[in-house]
């Protein structure tokens, strides 16, 4: 049980245009999902929370207007890439925290974006 | 802030031979301390935790780690390594709002 999903496991977009990342929960419901960041070779940098049917709470730093994410359900988030750059290419990883567990978060498997 | 650190950003280990990978951690309260592992293609998997109680903590794949308080620190042990061990490491501590930081990872090579 506790499988996080991510689609697509890859993808290669122009600079300038915008990218999705889905995040699921495939057996569980998931209140509250992070979205993290991790360049090659380093660790993940958490971009922001992501709470079922509110606004989303973005780390300091994190441009939220070019990082929009929406938990529209409690199986699903999405990361949109809005005018991608190459500096944006980076592995982007989610994790679902199963409700009422706390810390225990279940990790996708992460997206890796390039832009070019 | 709560920050971890972990020392060695690549180790190497023969086959058989025992593994400890450091983690030490900044935190003021009693700390939630993880350990994940990344293998690529993978997302991350929970090796194990340490919540409170018992300071040694068994986890899956044999791996196992210590709590030490007064040298802030949450090793992780395995006393015979695998090929199949071979992946990057990650410590991690629980912040506020569920939040997890990670360490910068350590990646671990295992030589036949």
């Known amino acids: 049980g506790a499988v996080v999903s991510q689609h697509p496991s890859w993808v290669i977009c122009k600079s300038g245009t915008s990218v999705k990342i889905e995040c699921r929960s495939l057996d569980f419901q998931a209140t509250t999902m992070f979205w993290y960041r991790q360049f090659p070779k380093q660790s993940l940098m958490l971009m922001a929370t992501s709470n079922e049917g509110s606004k989303a709470t973005y780390e300091q730093g994190v441009e939220k207007d070019k990082f929009l994410i929406n938990h529209a359900s409690l199986t699903l988030s999405t990361l949109t890439v809005t005018s991608a750059h190459p500096e944006d290419s980076s592995f982007y990883i989610c994790?679902?925290?199963?409700?009422?567990?706390?810390?225990?978060?279940?990790f996708g498997p992460g997206t890796r974006l390039t832009v070019t | 802030a709560q920050s971890v650190t972990q020392p060695d950003i690549h180790i190497t280990v023969s086959e058989g031979a025992s593994l400890e990978l450091r983690c030490n951690y900044s935190?003021?309260?009693?700390?939630?301390l993880f350990w994940y592992v990344q293998s690529p293609g993978q997302g991350l998997q929970l090796l194990l935790k340490?919540?409170?109680?018992?300071?040694l903590v068994q986890g899956i794949k044999g791996f196992e780690a210590e709590f030490k308080r007064s040298q802030s620190s949450f090793n992780l042990r395995k006393p015979s390594v695998h090929w199949s061990d071979a992946a990057e490491y990650f410590c991690?501590?629980?912040?506020?709002?569920?939040?997890?930081?990670f360490g910068a990872g350590t990646i671990l090579r295992v030589k036949s």
């Open positions: 994790s679902a925290v199963s409700t009422g567990l706390r810390y225990e978060q279940y």
């Open positions: 935190y003021g309260a009693t700390p939630y």
């Open positions: 340490y919540f409170s109680g018992d300071t």
């Open positions: 991690a501590v629980g912040a506020d709002g569920n939040k997890l930081v």
